[in-house]
């Protein structure tokens, strides 16, 4: 029996090519789809990270001088209290997501993108730079064929600078 290889596999006389070629396309179809749904989560978790930096980053420029006093009067805990809830207010009002506590979700296309937040903001003042940051997830669900295989969770953090002017 002569083994068929290469070319000769795909072309075949006697039927076997077919399996082959529609084994090859289904193959390709998935590397495809791979690549397709890598690249939808990326964009996903880009655009979240860069909605959120562009809120903290306008939040920061417009309390940035009532958050540098409380700091330098010792009061931290209103970071975590006071201006971490404003910052949540300020995201769910600007982003238009749905809110629940700490956790901020995006329904669109019956796909559920969720902004988990867990210690909202932390902040710090270094040389007369204040320093907020905010660490949180964001849980994106992967389906398959109508159907929900899993919660994908990735955590991020975005962190603002500002050098206070005198």
Known sequence: MKIQT?????????????VWTAVMILVISMIFAAIFAY?????IVRKAKEDTQRVLDSFVIEN???IYASIKNGNHDAIGREYSERFIDRLHTELGLSRQASVLYNRSMNHEV?????????GAVRNDVLELKTDFKIIVPVWFAGNKLFDLTIPLQVKSLYV???
């Not at 690249?39 to 964009?43: K, Q, V």
């Not at 902004?115 to 903001?121: A, E, G, K, S």
């Open 64 to 66: 940035a001088a009532e």
């Open 6 to 18: 290469g070319r000769n596999l795909l072309t075949s006389k006697s039927g076997s090519s077919y």
């Open 39 to 43: 690249a939808s989560l990326s964009s």
């Open 164 to 166: 206070l002017k005198y």
């Open 114 to 122: 969720i902004f988990q937040f867990n210690d909202t903001l932390t």
